[in-house]
């Protein structure tokens, strides 16, 4: 398989709305919000996600965070707590700034990390 990023669009329709989703192969996925997303002053339209850039170390780093402030993952690939610390350091952002973004967004995000835990094996 090749290293170039291929785009897979999918579309929906539920209850008449319309729901595009895009998704970028090889561990990179490239959010683009529907309205610019604005926390502590720094205004985004997208953010990238390099999941393939993640390390062992890091799923330590992130299972310890969890457990120094009394949460568990016993199932990381279904844990939106997970995924979302996942996802903060993949796009190099807070947990507190995905928490932060409308649900749609944040679900979209944290999809994309469970996603990689998926497809990488886990």
């Known amino acids: ?7 897979v669009n999918v579309e929906a ?6 729901v595009n ?5 090889n ?16 205004k985004f339209e997208t953010l990238n996600f390099y999941f393939d850039k993640l390390t062992g170390k890091d799923m330590i780093a992130i299972e310890t965070e ?15 707590g997970f995924q979302c610390r996942m996802a903060a350091k ?10 932060s973004m409308p649900l749609p967004e944040f ?5 994309a990390a469970r996603d990689f835990l998926i497809s990488s094996g886990y």
Do not use: C
């Open 13 to 18: 329709t539920e209850a008449g709305t319309e």
């Open 107 to 111: 679900n979209k995000i944290t999809n």
């Open 21 to 25: 989703i895009s998704k970028e192969k």
């Open 27 to 42: 561990g990179v996925y490239v959010h683009e919000f529907k309205k610019p997303f604005e926390y502590e002053g720094k």
């Open 66 to 80: 969890m457990q120094a402030m009394g949460e568990y993952a016993l199932a990381p690939e279904i844990s939106r």
């Open 1 to 7: 398989m090749s290293e170039e990023i291929k785009n």
């Open 90 to 99: 993949a796009g190099n952002i807070g947990a507190d700034a995905l928490e």
